[in-house]
C-alpha cells in the first residue's frame, strides 16, 4: 500500500432523491482534493416509477427483490437518470467525473445470488474478485472522479442489482491494498441512532460487540443492517477509517470540525 488517500463515498437515502440536498453534498464534496469514488444508489426513484408502472416491489432486511422488470427499471433510474444527473453536478463544480456501472470496463462483476429459500431475482453478489482494481487506479491517475451506480453484471451478459452499500465496501477493501483508504456512507441521517426517531441520539461511536447488541434489541433494523455488516467486515479487511454521517456534514466530518457522526471502530 502506498500513503495515497482514497475515499470511498457512498450517498444514498434521501439524500439522492432531495434535490437540494444531493446540490449542497456534491458542491461539498467537488471541493475535496483527495481523490474520491461516489458511489450511489436510489431505491426509492426506482420504487416510485415501478409503483407507476404497476410493478409490484418487495424489500427484505433491506434488500430489493429484483425480478425481470424491475432490473430493468433499476438500470434505468441508476445508470441512466442518477447517475447523469451526479455527473452532471459534479461537472457544474469543476470536479472531473465519469458515470459507470458495473458493466462498463469489466468494473465488477457479480454473480447472481442464490439463496436457499428465497428467490433475490436478478441480485447480484460481489466476491474478492470482482473489483477492476487496475481500471480504478488508472481513472484516478487521469485525475477522473468514478461515479459508480449499483447495476453489475455476471460475465455473460447479464445485467444484475447489487446493493450499493455492499459495492462501497467492495471498492474499499479492494483498492485498501493500494491506498489508504476511508469509507464513508453518506444520507439523511446524521449518523447511527440510538432512538430511531430522534435525530439527534447519534452513536459517535460504535463497535461490533455495541451493534449485536443493538440489532438483538431492534433498535438497528432494515436498511441500517447491511451498512453496518459492509462497516464492520470492511474494518475487519485494510480499511483505514469508515464513518456514518449526514450527506450535507461531508467536510465536518473529513476536516474534524463537526462530530454529529457515527464513527464506527472495531
Known sequence: M?????????????????????????????TIS???ILVHGGGKLATDLAEKLNIPQQLIDGRRITDAETIKIATMVYAGYINKNIVALLQKNKKNS????????NLIQTTKRIHPTIDYGFVGDLNATSVNIDFIENLINFSLTPVINAITHDGNGQLLNT??????????????????VSLLYCFEKKGVLSEPSNDDSVITTLNHQQF???????????????????????????????????????????????????????
Request: glycine fraction near 8%; charge should be neutral.
Open 2 to 30: 502506498n500513503n495515497q488517500k482514497l475515499l470511498i463515498i457512498k450517498i444514498g437515502g434521501n439524500s439522492i432523491d432531495n434535490q437540494f440536498e444531493l446540490v449542497q453534498f456534491l458542491e461539498a464534496v467537488a
Open 34 to 36: 483527495t481523490p474520491f
Open 98 to 105: 465519469i458515470g459507470l456501472s458495473g458493466a462498463d470496463a
Open 163 to 180: 446493493n450499493a452499500d455492499s459495492i462501497a465496501n467492495a471498492l474499499a477493501i479492494s483498492l485498501a491494498s493500494k491506498y489508504e
Open 212 to 266: 449485536e447488541q443493538l440489532r438483538k434489541d431492534g433498535i438497528i433494523s432494515k436498511g441500517m443492517l447491511p451498512k453496518l455488516d459492509n462497516c464492520f467486515n470492511a474494518l475487519q479487511n485494510g480499511v483505514n477509517e469508515i464513518g456514518i454521517l449526514k450527506a450535507t456534514n461531508i467536510l465536518g466530518f473529513l476536516n474534524n470540525t463537526n462530530h454529529e457522526y457515527t464513527r464506527i471502530i472495531k
